[in-house]
């Protein structure tokens, strides 16, 4: 049977690990003959008011390095979690989950979109105000890029599994934070917070920053750029701006933050111009030696963002005083006009 180099990886990760991870198909993504899983794979606490870290990857299909690097990273913490006494103590307490593959018919057709023809990251029945007329979502036709699909239509079954997932982790968790992973934008790796449908601050702007602060203290080299998604450009139906709208109404104590990692692809156009011609050629590395730098890039970001869910004291639970500081500091660093 048809499958993908992904999907096997994670299907062998999970029969390697037995007991010591659950996983479940959250979905099957399907075009005629062809039937993929969407797999989601979780290490640690079944405490639901856990702290909460998920990574999700290949929701654009053509995207594919964002996807090899979640399972790199899932492959990485299930061998931690077998051998190193730190972890084994920190998943006592926080929950990861991964979902590697969100649109696997995407990655093995190469396509942005799903097999419908639509763009899962505008799919969510949300309105951005004013985003770039093409780029920012269209209902003209599945046959051009960026397509939403139908008003009103229900969501992509792959864009329902992953929300489906995602809420179900972060209902009840005290502290969540989830990263899905992209590629394709800019000569720089960006940790984007929301919104992507609007410019304005999200209401969480105090928290992004003081995350973005807790990076710089302890990584002070790091090569993230951390910043607002719609400082790049605005969208409308971004899967992320309804997830934590959604679960902005019904918080309480309760804290989410969405975050997107978009690996700056360009760089890699950039050092192999002849890429280009190639389908995948402008969203991930060609060369060996530069996909293998990306699959281990990120593991220091995996490992901080594990401890920071694991230490919300450190960064997440913010006096009224603290949140007035930070949202003066992150206004001024990120919303200034002169
Ligand atoms: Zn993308």
């Known amino acids: 049977m048809t499958s993908l ?26 075009l005629d003959s062809l039937r993929f899983p969407i797999y989601k794979v979780t290490f640690g606490s079944e405490d639901p008011k ?18 090899q690097v979640c399972v790199a990273l899932m492959n990485s913490l299930a061998e931690l979690a077998l051998w190193d006494e730190t972890i084994k103590r920190t998943l006592q307490d926080i929950r990861v989950f991964f979902i590697p593959t969100v649109n696997p018919i995407g990655i093995y057709k190469k396509t942005r979109s799903n ?20 780029v920012g979502g269209q209902r003209f036709s599945n046959r051009l890029p960026w397509y939403r699909g139908e008003v009103g239509a229900p969501m992509e079954v792959e864009a329902q599994a992953l929300i489906a997932a995602v809420e179900k982790e972060i209902a009840q ?29 999200f209401p969480d702007l105090p928290l992004a920053y003081s995350l973005k ?12 750029r951390f910043e607002p ?6 969208t ?4 992320w701006d309804y997830l934590y709208d959604n679960h902005l109404q019904a918080r309480g104590e309760k804290t989410y933050l969405p975050l997107c990692l978009e690996m700056g692809s360009w760089l890699w156009v950039k050092k192999n111009p002849w890429q280009i011609f190639r389908a995948e050629g402008p969203f991930n590395p060609i060369k060996g030696h530069r996909q293998r730098r990306t699959l281990r ?33 992150a206004r001024e660093l990120w919303y200034a006009t002169n």
Do not use: C
């Open 115 to 134: 097999p419908r023809g639509v763009d899962l990251m505008r799919n969510a029945p949300v309105e951005g105000e004013a985003p770039a007329r093409w």
């Open 229 to 234: 998604q719609a400082q790049s450009y605005t």
């Open 50 to 67: 856990a702290p909460v870290l998920g990574f999700t990857g290949g929701v654009h299909g053509l995207e594919r390095i964002g996807a």
């Open 297 to 329: 890039r990120h593991n220091t970001l995996m490992e901080f963002l594990i401890r920071a869910v694991a230490s919300p004291q450190a960064w997440a639970n913010l006096s009224e005083l603290q949140k007035e500081d930070f949202d003066k500091k």
């Open 236 to 239: 409308h139906g971004d899967l």
């Open 5 to 30: 180099p992904e999907i096997q990886q994670i299907e062998k990760r999970i029969q390697g690990l037995g007991s010591s991870v659950r996983s479940e198909v959250l979905a099957y993504s399907e």
């Open 213 to 224: 602060d807790l990076l710089d203290r302890t990584y002070p080299h790091h090569f993230y």
């Open 173 to 201: 968790s005290s502290l969540a934070v989830t990263i899905d992973v992209h590629s394709g934008f800019g000569f720089q790796d960006r940790i984007w917070f929301p919104y992507a449908k609007t410019v304005k601050p």
